[in-house]
């Protein structure tokens, strides 16, 4: 045994890989063939029958000692179980209700199954899902089956409710057309499970030829063409568009241009109304006064009560009682501009105050009269 082992572990010359050596819990018996083990993805559709057949012979089996029973024994005591038996017993009722429930159900595949047929011709290749195809069938199958369950219980169909309503269901359709074809399977499934075949077949028929008419002719991209605007009123309201768009930037633009030409004018007037050996004019305070007449003279002695230097630039009258008063000058030392605004709205003058704007003048070019000394004020 041991030289056994050492001529398997020893290495060889031979490239080819060495047979494993089964373990003796492994190894085969003697005289008996290996047992092969049943694999799920090798079941056949006779292991399915084979399961069914064996069903119907216990079925059988249980009629059988029913009979036996009902002869020997007198089961007035158990009523339930009496009631079981005789329905057991009663052959015809049997044949009736599993012929009216495999009737319903072969109906429902039939009626259901050129809706999953639409559904796989109506859907792109790339998003084709061949599982929501078979749900189609086999959900109608399955409602059939719950409706012939009720047939008129109550009680059964609050019981259902409750179980339906227990199990949640989590699954998203990618296309909103989709639900279509599942609230029409589940349609057919009621009208199979209630015996109306005829309101099943003409449902099955006008729907799934209404989908696959309106996908064959593109009704839908028709719609949306026609609730868009025709060229012409397009062209018209782009047109309008552009004209308004193009008005209210040449308005913006002129406003624009405006306030730099202001501030070019306030810059050129700061330069000419600096005195010699004097710090720079470096900003400007725009006042909306009225009236103008009281007002003007008011806001210039509150203004210069701020501590700051301050110089009257320009007047410019709106209308009869209001104007727009311009001061060209520099904020005492460390104060804020906001503190020069706030101290004139809570000076006395802010009667007269109809607007106040504040505008820094650093940056601005500005002619300076040693460099130009014939410039004059604009």
Known sequence: MQSAIQSVSAPSADPRPLPSVASPAEAPRPGRAPRPAIRPDRLHGRHLFAYFAA??????????IAIDLTSRFDLSAFPKLTSGVQQVLNAASEVDTALNTAFSLLYAFLFSLPVALVHRITREKKRFDPALTQTIVL????????????????????????????????????DARDAVYVFLAIAIGIACGARLYTSAVWTSLIMTGTLYLTWRHKVTRALDELSRDSPDEEATDQSR??????????????????????????????????EPGAKKLNAALIVEIAPVSPGQFHVGDCLQ?????WRLARISARDENAATVEFVGRPAKGQSPGAVMRALLESPCSAYIRGLEFRSLKGVGGHDPAASPHSNPQ
């Open 55 to 64: 069903l119907f012979a216990l079925l059988f089996a249980t009629r059988a």
């Open 139 to 174: 959900l109608s199958m399955v409602v059939t089956a719950v409706i012939t369950l009720i047939s008129g219980d109550l009680a059964r169909a609050f019981g259902l409710a409750g179980v339906v309503g227990a199990v949640r269901f989590r699954n998203s359709l990618d």
């Open 241 to 274: 568009f552009d004209k308004e768009g193009r008005r209210a930037l040449d308005s913006n633009q002129a406003r624009i241009d405006s306030i730099i030409e202001q501030q070019r004018r306030l810059a050129h007037f700061a330069v000419l109304s600096r």
């Open 305 to 309: 009560a701020t501590g700051g230097v």
